[in-house]
């Protein structure tokens, strides 16, 4: 295994390159830790270059022997390097013991409303973080896909990639700059698209999410504008006291994607009910 021992080597500025491109020019994907990489792996994508810490390989178990080897396997070039180098290649404080640049496919719009169920659409969702756990909160529950739009953070920066804890590679993520035309869009598709809203839509619970819909949800500071609300289908409410104003988006989220969940598992009970009886 080639080792890299200079900071000047052309992998550095490379990996801190792909760390600071705007999203729009992303050629790469910077996946930060031996965890990551291996969900990003299991999901299908194949890195380029793999540089694991000299150090962590030494002290570690088989994990990070196994992984190295199975990315050696993939065609990946895998390189270990010392723990002052890979404190350049990693973009947090504390390097995990291996980074990784994988190659960017973008998702066109198109193909994630094509998908059978709930689409979450993001919109001033600005905080990496918190858009990383709307996207895992959207993989746990089963969602189609989301689409990120107007004023939302980078969906494939390493601190969204770190927030959805490998989810962004097991489902379709499309980021899309214009709202208003992405809602033209999926209404071209034949989609619904609904508003999630505070106060006044429609209670959550009394809206079918067992068809397609492309739900949005802003971000907790500007909401969405009434621009925006004005072309959708309908608003929905999650029902809450009266006396607390709004919840946070990834909370929102995570409780518009179960809902529709249970309509779904309820209408596949009935259904199996149904052929049994």
């Known amino acids: 295994m080639k ?35 291996d969900d990003a792996c299991r999901a299908g994508v194949r890195p380029e270059v793999a540089i694991f810490s000299i150090g962590e390989l030494r002290r570690s178990d088989r994990k990070l022997p196994e992984l190295a080897t199975r990315l050696e396997s993939l065609g990946t070039e895998v390189m270990a390097a010392s723990a002052a180098v890979l404190s350049l ?27 059978n169920g709930i689409v979450l659409a993001l919109m001033g969702v600005q905080n990496p973080g918190n858009l990383g756990a709307i996207i895992r909160a959207a993989d746990a529950g089963s969602a189609a896909g989301v689409i990120v739009l107007d004023g939302s953070a980078d969906p494939f920066s390493w601190k969204a990639l770190r927030g959805a804890m490998g989810s962004t590679f097991h489902l379709p993520v499309a980021d899309v700059t214009d ?23 429609t209670s959550l619970h009394d809206v079918d999410l067992t068809k397609t819909r492309v739900i ?30 709004s919840l946070n988006a990834a909370v929102a989220a995570s409780l ?21 009886s």
């Open 3 to 37: 080792t890299i021992t200079s900071r000047h080597n052309p992998l550095v500025a490379r990996f801190r390159a792909a760390e600071r491109v705007h999203r729009k020019k992303r050629q790469y994907v910077l996946l930060d830790g031996p965890r990551l990489i």
């Open 89 to 115: 290649l990693s973009p947090v404080q504390a390097p995990s013991g291996a980074v990784a640049l994988a190659p960017h496919k973008p998702t066109p719009l198109e193909k994630v409303i094509e998908e």
């Open 179 to 201: 709202g208003a035309a992405a809602i033209r869009r999926a209404h071209a598709r034949g989609a619904a698209v609904l508003a999630a809203v505070p106060r006044g839509g």
């Open 216 to 245: 949005l949800i802003g971000g907790e500071g500007s909401g969405l504008s009434s621009e925006i609300t004005d072309m959708v289908d309908d608003r929905i409410s999650i029902p809450m006291k009266p006396d607390v104003e």
């Open 256 to 276: 518009i994607v179960y809902e529709a969940r249970r309509q779904r598992m309820t209408v596949s009970r009935q259904q199996l009910s149904g052929h049994t």
